[in-house]
């Protein structure tokens, strides 16, 4: 489970992983997740084009949501699939 890359284009793809493995391993991050994805829909067709537009005027749009899955992640990483690669991807979510 991971974010593919920090770039809006591939967002969707990301969370949709997201959704797929906390859906199946743990309910209570899958509901941050989604509420993450609620957060971004309106943006999405045109591939975050218009997020990214928003953004300049409001820079916090969805950071909350963000920054709360990615906590409830981090939070909980020493129980998520242990296979390295996965581990990788979620190592590199950790925000600095």
């Known amino acids: ?18 959704r797929n493995y906390l859906d199946k391993v743990d309910k209570d991050a899958y509901a941050k997740a989604m509420d993450t994805v609620r957060c971004f829909e309106p943006y999405r067709h045109d591939e975050g084009r218009s997020y990214a537009k928003a953004s300049e005027l409001v820079p916090e749009l969805c950071q909350n949501e963000v920054l709360t899955l990615l906590q409830e992640i981090q939070l909980k990483i020493a129980s998520y699939n242990s296979d390295m690669e996965n581990v990788f991807s979620v190592g590199q979510t950790q925000p600095s």
Request: proline content about 0%; glycine content about 12%; charged content about 10%.
């Open 1 to 18: 489970m991971g974010l593919w890359s920090g770039c809006i284009y591939s967002l969707y793809e990301s969370l949709q992983e997201i």
